[in-house]
Antibody, heavy 123, light 112 residues
């Protein structure tokens, strides 16, 4: 069974930092691109970032570029999102999601999702 | 960026009746491979989204056949042919034609 479990969310002040983790199990983690998608309270879904299978490819949406860093540790089956210079508009539930394709080339739609971790940015 | 516009924002449908959700993209999602780079997701309250449809009309494994996707180019539709109580949710379309990926604003489906 595919499982994605996010952790690391919490309350942080504007300008602060936080690192999210996503522990994966039930599939060959190193064969799949992985993504972060967020959802502000009561709002829709917003794509945040993608990382390729070996970490050599990364992509960020403009609103987080230069502040967030996506990474992965295939030996630990874990995806990360290091978030810095946090703003109130970054407040959201952050979901990690597995890409559909297992051939190493992302297809960019989301086959499995974690339950999410809530990041609250407030003073 | 490609803008995805869903309509309506919400709809109430009687049990057993048809529900139709529309999604329009600001540019064509039809690639030279003749595939439309569009997915649909269902999100129930308190849960993460669930993939329903990809390539605009391919149903994900395990998704009931009352869910169907259609359309091409810039105009797409998700149809629930006979609404069940468990289908109450918010539905999102998402393009994957290029990065950045973007989602529609969502359509809330309720029981009338």
């Amino acid at each position: 069974e595919v499982k994605l479990v996010e952790s690391g969310g919490g309350l942080v002040q504007p300008g602060g930092s936080l690192r999210l983790s996503c522990a994966a199990s039930g599939f060959n983690f190193s064969s799949y691109a992985m993504h972060w998608v967020r959802q502000a309270p009561g709002k829709g879904l917003e794509y945040v970032s993608t990382i390729g299978t070996n970490g050599g490819y990364t992509y960020y949406v403009n609103s987080v570029k230069g502040r967030f860093t996506i990474s992965r540790d295939n030996s630990k089956n874990t995806l990360y999102l290091q978030m810095g210079y946090l703003k109130p508009e970054d407040m959201a539930v952050y979901y990690c999601a597995r890409d559909f394709s297992s051939n190493g080339v992302p297809e960019y739609y989301f086959h499995y999702w974690g339950q999410g971790t809530l990041v609250t940015v407030s003073s | 960026d490609i803008v995805m516009t869903q309509s309506p924002d919400s709809l109430a449908v009687s049990l057993g009746e048809r529900a139709t959700i529309n999604c329009k993209s600001s540019q064509s999602l039809l690639y030279s491979s003749k595939k439309n780079y569009l997915a649909w997701y269902q999100q129930k309250p308190g849960q993460p989204p669930k993939l329903l449809i990809y390539w605009a009309s391919t149903r994900e494994s395990g998704v009931p056949d009352r869910f169907s996707g259609s359309g091409s180019g810039t105009d797409f539709t998700l149809t629930i042919s006979s609404l069940q109580a468990e289908d109450v949710a918010v539905y999102y379309c998402q393009h994957y034609y290029s990065v950045p990926l973007t989602f529609g604003g969502g359509t809330k489906v309720e029981i009338k």
